[in-house]
């Protein structure tokens, strides 16, 4: 399932390596699920050991990245979901809250679920993954609420294994979570890389190392990065290619046309056919 501010996909890694997983933030709430496989996942400056039966909960803008442990098959679903897009309802907005945000950075992002309780939000999220209906945002929270119940009234905290670092973020951290911030406001309008010093007051060079630390690409390539996916999400609700251009901030159609391609490899208008949010290849 693809659509504006929500997914969720399966993916199946027949041959993982150690370096194909590198550290990232997005500006979605996240869930997700290991089914096989041996492999860790860092949230922040914690480490957790998972496995079929954990369920790991990510508030936005949270550092986090899946660590493999060894040449074994791996298989995961997640789904994603913005805050934007969530439904104005109490209940759900609750169930969120206690869920996500009720913990510092890091710290308890994982929970355990027995076998019956694992089974049922595995076979929510799989449904989800799958679904091909026309109320693709209604049936999303419609499913995803009784599976957030289920994670809260049933799932045990566990706390990960900290890292030695200070749990308090440190300035250069809180400086890439306002820059990341800023970019997901203003990515359309971001035409060089001076913003760093008139919005902020810090030398680009210092903001790209600090980018290459911390989510393991350059500045550039990650404003770069939000263009495209927010420029899928419009191509998927069935925009016109040459719109999408322009609303996400590229100069011509012609530069838009070669990045995506080389980017998703398959063309806007591929992508906009196909209904469905492509694959980065690169």
Request: hydrophobic letters at 35%; a negative charge.
């Amino acid at each position: 399932m693809e659509y504006i501010g929500i997914c969720a996909n399966e993916r199946i890694d027949p041959t993982p390596e150690a370096d194909g997983y590198a550290a990232h933030s997005h500006d979605s709430y996240e869930i997700f699920l290991p089914v096989a496989g041996s492999f860790e996942f860092e949230v922040s400056n914690y480490l957790y050991t998972v496995g079929r039966g954990s369920v790991l909960l990510l508030p936005p803008w949270v550092t986090h990245r899946l660590v493999v442990k060894d040449s074994e098959p791996l298989e995961y679903l997640y789904i994603q979901f913005t805050p934007r897009a969530i439904p104005d309802e109490s209940e759900m907005l609750a169930a969120i809250e206690a869920l996500f945000n009720r913990h510092g950075e890091g710290e308890q992002s994982m929970r355990r679920l027995s076998g019956e309780s694992f089974s049922y939000v595995y076979a929510a999220v799989k449904r989800l993954c799958i679904s091909s209906t026309k109320d693709v945002h209604e049936q999303f929270f419609r499913i995803l609420f009784p599976v957030l119940c289920e994670i809260l009234a049933y799932g045990t905290p566990v706390s990960g294994k900290y890292d030695g670092f200070t749990k308090e973020p440190s300035r250069q951290s809180t400086l890439t979570d306002q820059i990341i911030e800023y970019i997901s406001q203003h990515y359309a309008d971001i035409q060089d890389l001076s913003f760093v010093v008139d919005v902020f007051h810090y030398s680009t060079v210092h903001v790209n190392s600090l980018f290459k630390n911390r989510l393991g690409v350059s500045l550039w390539r990650y404003v770069l990065h939000i263009r495209l996916d927010r420029a899928c999400d419009m191509l998927v609700n069935g925009i016109h290619a040459s719109e999408v251009a322009l609303s996400c901030g590229f100069k011509d159609y012609s530069t838009f046309y070669r990045m995506f391609k080389k980017s998703y490899g398959i063309t806007p208008t591929e992508c906009r056919r196909m209904g469905k949010k492509p694959e980065m290849v690169r």
